[in-house]
């Protein structure tokens, strides 16, 4: 079954250093995302991105993040300057997101995520 | 900001009997919903949806019940197995699902023997 494929499972970094996490989704997949955790806390949407360029972000994704479709398969996730405040579980996630009214087609799925640990 | 609540934090069930897991949310755009489990250390696995034109949808074990007038739906998992044991997250969507998920904070489930 296909899934959705992150690299590395754990990054620790130094603060004001840069991190460039990876993801592959799903190959037939549309839409992309990354979502990030906090310990504890809830998972919380960072930025959609569709037909190579960003369709939403939150309040979150500041200058300091971008997203980037290197080639057909690869999404990345940079954040330029890390902060102790962006230690957390990142997860990459893809949909098809063709919404076909009753059916599912619209459902995302995550990968396994990375954890970045600001030092 | 809390567009979708889990009130429950946990839940204990033996195994065999049903579990039941609530979710509210107040956003009246929202039109599709779904729940996601997951594991430690692992990525939220989707387990089921539905829109917001239907009051019901299952599969297998899993039925998720939505009443819009109380913005209020529920996840029913018949019969529990420890396997089950796990987080399980409520997510919404507006705008058919291609936009951001807005989940809730988790219930933790534990299924005993």
């Known amino acids: 079954e296909p899934e959705v494929t992150q690299t590395p499972s754990h990054q620790v970094t130094q603060m004001g250093q840069e991190v460039i996490l990876r993801c592959v989704p799903i190959s037939n997949h549309l839409y992309f995302y990354w979502y990030r955790q906090i310990l504890g806390q809830k998972v919380e949407f960072l930025v959609s991105?569709?037909?190579?360029?960003?369709?939403?972000k939150s309040e979150i994704f500041d200058d300091q993040f971008s997203v980037e479709r290197p080639d057909g398969s690869n999404f990345t996730l940079k954040i330029r300057s890390t902060k102790l405040e962006d230690s957390a579980m990142y997860f990459c996630?893809?949909?098809?997101?063709?919404?076909?009214?009753?059916?599912?087609?619209?459902?995302?799925?995550f990968g396994p995520g990375t954890r970045l640990t600001v030092l | 900001d809390q567009q979708v609540k889990q009130n429950s934090p946990s839940l204990s069930v033996q195994e065999g009997r049903i579990s039941i897991l609530n979710c509210d949310y107040t956003?009246?755009?929202?039109?599709?919903f779904l729940w996601y489990k997951k594991y430690p250390a692992e990525g939220p696995t989707f387990l089921i949806s539905?829109?917001?034109?239907?009051d019901k949808n299952e599969d297998g074990r899993f039925t998720v019940f939505l009443n819009k007038s109380a913005k209020h739906l529920s996840l029913h998992i018949v019969p529990s197995q420890p396997g089950d044991s796990a987080v399980y997250f409520c997510?919404?969507?507006?705008?058919?699902?291609?936009?951001?998920?807005?989940f809730g904070k988790g219930t933790k489930l534990t299924v005993n023997p």
């Open positions: 996630a893809s949909s098809v997101s063709e919404f076909y009214g009753e059916l599912a087609g619209v459902e995302q799925f």
């Open positions: 991105f569709y037909n190579n360029e960003i369709s939403e």
């Open positions: 539905i829109s917001s034109i239907k």
């Open positions: 956003n009246s755009m929202f039109d599709y």
């Open positions: 997510a919404a969507s507006a705008e058919g699902g291609s936009e951001k998920l807005v």
